[in-house]
Structure formats: C-alpha cells, structure tokens
C-alpha cells in the first residue's frame, strides 16, 4: 500500500479484516496531505456526520460542524492507531515496477517485493495550473492552493484568483475580507447551496442515492470525472458561498482566463452562458433531490422546495486587466489538482497523462489497484464517506486475484 490518507488507511483495515499481509508506506506521517498541503482556516465541507471510516463514525458534541485541519489529523491518527495499521512513515516511493510474479517497489529506504500493490497515493498531489502562467509578469507572486496558508502571506494589494470552486470561493471569501481587493475569474463550476429544505445539502447528496451512483452507471464518466468541486465551505454558520455572494462581498467577477498577452489577463466574455449552465444544473440537481423526498413520503419531514435566485450577471465584466499596472500584486491559481505518478514505471498511464482504471483496477498491471480518485467507483469516491464502499469493492477483487481466480484487467 502507498499513502496513509484516509483511503490507504480504510484499505488497509479492510485488508486486515481479510487477513491479508500488507503493509502501509508513507513518505510524511500518517494523514500527511492535511497537516502539509491545506491553508490554515481549511475545515472540512463535509459535516462531521459524514466523517465515516471502516470500523469508525463520528461520536462528538457537534455532528452538523465541520472539521479544522489540526481534527482532521487527529480523526485519521485516532483511526490509523484503533486499526493498528502497519504504516511505515518517512518511507518514500521512488518507483515502482514490474518484476517476475510481482511488483519491485523501490523506497528511499531499501526496496520490498510484493504480489500486489495498492495505491493510495492521493488523487491531488499536484497543483493543476494552465500553461498562461508562464506569461505572468514577474513582479506578480503566483500561488497555489497548495502554496497559500492565509492572506497574511500574500505581498499587500490586489489578488486574482483563478477559479471558482471550492478552493476558488474559499479563498476569495477570505482574502477579501482581509482587506484585499479580490478579483475572481470564473469558469465552469458546480454551484450549490449550503443547505436545502432544512437539511444541509450532502444530506441530500447521500441520502438520496446520488452520491452512490456507481462508476459503470454514469453516462459521461470521463466528464463526470472531470467535474469541479462544488462551491461549498464549511462554515460554522453554514451560510451558502456563490458568486452571489462573492459579489456582494465586493468581490470582482471576471470571466475565465483565455490568455496573458503583453501582460494584460484577457477574460472570457461568456459568463452569462457559464451562470446558466451552473444554475440549470443547480435547479436538475434540486429537483432529482425532490422528486427522491416526494417518492420517499419525506415531504413534511423536510421543509418546502425551495429555488434560488439565478446567479446575478455583472452588468459590464471587464474583459482584460493590465497585469503590470501595480492593481494586482498576487495570483492564486485555483485551478485543481491531479495525482502525481512520476514514479510508476508500468505501461499505465495514457495519452491525457491519466491512470488507466477500471473502478481501480489498473489496467495493464495485474494485482495493482487505486484508490482515492474522482468517482473511481461511485460518485463519492474522493470524499472520507465514499472510501469504504470502494475498499471493501477493491480488497474483495484482490482477495480473488491472490486466490488466482481473476484474469488479469
Ligand atoms: C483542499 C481540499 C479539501 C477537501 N475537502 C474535503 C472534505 O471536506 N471532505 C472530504 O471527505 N474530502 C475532502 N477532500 C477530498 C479528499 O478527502 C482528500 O483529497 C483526501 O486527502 C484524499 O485522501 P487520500 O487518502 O486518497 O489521499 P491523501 O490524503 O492525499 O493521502 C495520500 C498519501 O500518500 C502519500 N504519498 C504520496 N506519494 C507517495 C509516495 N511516492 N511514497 C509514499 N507516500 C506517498 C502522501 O504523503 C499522503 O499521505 C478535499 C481535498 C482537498 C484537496
């Protein structure tokens, strides 16, 4: 097993639930993506209720809050302990590799030799950031979401971020109320609202079945995969954060970063389309969520449908911002994440540099499995709740691979 997160740990109990052999390779310590690579105000925007591992669910004071950085660790150290994972931290990979009957694993501690390998190496290792980067003018501070820990860290004045999801809104919401004047472009995204007919929205997304729609039942599964995280936070007062509300704020919306010429940012004029097909996917999603409650007799357990007003198109979006006028100091490229898989030396890894899996069964390497990435096999996959479903899929195929009943994928 490669990682300690939360989905190499969930593996790894299940695994031992199994009794098979294995053991746990970190190159940090356990739960090592939350105390190295998040901002320091970062809390989980899945309520504590939904912290659910094998063998573990929430039991505190506060089921609806959400999680700091510092509890998250806690919660996976507490879980990496109570399943006595056998995790060997500081221990790096540096390549992985094919060898008779197996797999080499090299480590910058000495090499192992296993039948099988999982990895759980993280689906977001590295900051996905566009090539237009490169023609940033050098006396503007570029920033990943991996980089940023608070708006102190930033030089003084104007900061564009680039991207509005999750990590987007987050970080527009807070560096403009720091005082910095934010301008924040935007291009596809997947708006929600913290909480729907009473309930707070991933309620609906689990309950209703949505979340576990199964990889082989999705219809544009590469898309699927593909698909922003939402505009939510974890706030203690659950308030919604949208551009609406970004907006109101004060802060600047622009449209989605086309190009950097002659140090000038040039936006997308197509906003208005990007609010629409955000607000009709809004308005889908709350009535397949409707249509489960009326189905399921829930209609007078949660409150009465509700829609929201369609997100507000500013009446004049600049188109290009002068990038070395002073007006910006700092970029914050909010543009996603991907894994890093530098170190695999197997023919895995197709054209678009992605994994080839089928719901992690890795093709094209028999008896090596992944865990942890985009709906890899049901649409909660990435997220603490979707991780047991998968492991238990996953170490129930490597349990018949061992056994030598499974032709290779
Ligand atoms: C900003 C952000 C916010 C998120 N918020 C939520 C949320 O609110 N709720 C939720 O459920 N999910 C959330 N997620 C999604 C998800 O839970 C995290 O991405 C989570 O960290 C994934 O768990 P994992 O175990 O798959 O990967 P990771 O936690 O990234 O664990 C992978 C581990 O592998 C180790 N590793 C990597 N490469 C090597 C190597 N070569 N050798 C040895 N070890 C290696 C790393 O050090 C790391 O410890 C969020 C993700 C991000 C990025």
Known sequence: MIGAGHAGLAISRVLSEHSIDHIVLERGEVANSWRCERWDSLRLLTPNWQSRLPGYSYNGADPDGFM??????????????ASSAPVRTHTTVTALSCIDGGYRVATDSGEIRCRSVMLASG??????????RQAVPQRIECVTA??????DRLPPGGVLIVGASATGVQLADEIQRSGRPVTLSVGE??????????????WWMESSGVWSQRYDEIDDLERARRLPSPQLVGAPEH?????NVLRAA?????GRLAAIRDGRALFS?????QFALADLKMERLLATFDDWACNNALNVEVGPAERFPPTAVPASPRLSLDLRSGEIRSIIWATGFCPDYRWLDLPVINHKGELRHDGGVVVGAPGVYAIGLP???????????????????LVGHLARYLAGGVRPA
Do not use: Q
């Not at 308030?239 to 551009?243: N, P, Y």
């Open 146 to 151: 991996f980089d940023y820990r608070n708006p």
């Open 123 to 132: 689906g977001a290792n590295i900051a996905r950031v566009p090539a237009v």
């Open 269 to 273: 004029g197509g906003l208005r389309n």
């Open 68 to 81: 700091t950085m510092p509890e998250v660790v806690e919660l996976i150290s507490r879980f990496a302990a």
């Open 375 to 393: 709906v890899l096999r049901r649409r909660k996959s990435t997220f603490m709740l979707g991780a047991e479903d998968d492991a238990r899929d």
């Open 189 to 202: 995204h997947v708006r929600l609202p913290r909480t729907y007919r009473g309930r707070d929205v991933l």
């Open 239 to 243: 308030a919604t954060l949208d551009v």
């Open 250 to 254: 004060g802060v600047e919306i622009v």
